[in-house]
């Protein structure tokens, strides 16, 4: 019997158990540090956290009524949640472009703009952690090949970014800015022909969707990723309410 699992996630975390992260050097229990890489398992879903700065209120994700808000403290730390980075069968969560058809769907809550810089839903390429995604602006540039519906938070403005080859173009959406305290979905594709569309709530985006840097170069293994930073102003507001990835 072939142990291979279907590449496909799906996380509520409105209802899942609280758990808490560990080490993965250790396997012990998350300690703040910077640089650190933890990893924990929800509803059978193993994913992977790296803390950019010293992330004082890990070593969990603190539970609320909307879902589980992100681990970061008042300073300008940053966060980047990953599946599929560790080989093997235990994270088959790896996506080849220009040969599957993949897709990533989070619904989030952000319950005060001002107190955070970015979020960002997407995928990068399968490679070692950037440690420095502590800002909005490196958010951006780091990881070449990547594609990412993004925000600045303290604004709420919604853009994508697409890179290939370490170049970097960045689109605005149709639609409206996030504001504080409503939950929304966003969504990205890639087709089997490298191709990113963008979703808010189910609705595809015109502009996003027309941007002239959508087509991906193939042959690239991308993982999904999550990621957040700080801006010193206070104590972290994005809570993830559902989470799905997997081929199309």
């Known amino acids: 019997m072939s142990l291979t699992r279907k590449r496909y996630s799906y996380v509520d975390f409105t209802s899942a158990e609280q758990v808490p992260l560990f080490a993965k050097t250790t396997h012990a229990i998350a300690t703040p540090a910077n640089t650190q890489q933890d990893y924990f398992r929800v509803d059978g879903n193993y994913f992977e956290i790296i803390q950019n700065g010293q992330n004082d209120v890990i070593p969990d994700f603190p539970r609320t009524i909307s879902g589980w808000k992100l681990p970061l403290d008042q300073a300008t730390d940053g966060i980047e949640i990953t599946q599929g980075i560790v080989a093997g069968v235990a994270t088959p969560m790896k996506f080849v472009t220009g040969t599957d058809a993949f897709f990533i769907k989070v619904k989030f809550e952000i319950t005060t703009l001002a107190n955070l810089a ?36 303290t604004s709420g403005n919604v853009s994508s970014t697409t890179s290939v080859g370490g170049t970097d173009v960045s689109t605005v959406a149709t639609g409206t800015p996030i504001v504080s305290g409503t939950p929304v979905t966003w969504e990205v594709r890639v087709s089997a022909a490298r191709v990113c569309t963008f979703y808010v709530d189910g609705t ?45």
């Open 204 to 248: 595809a985006d015109v502009l996003l969707n027309a941007g002239t840097a959508n087509t991906l170069a193939t042959g690239k293994t991308l993982i999904p990723s999550i990621s957040a930073c700080g801006n010193a102003t206070g104590a972290s507001s994005i809570e993830l309410v559902t989470y799905e990835c997997g081929l199309l």
């Open 118 to 153: 970015h979020f960002g839903v997407g995928f990068r390429e399968l490679a070692a952690y950037e440690a420095t995604l502590t800002t909005a602006a490196n958010a951006i540039t780091l990881y070449d090949e990547k594609v990412m519906m993004k925000t600045v938070v």
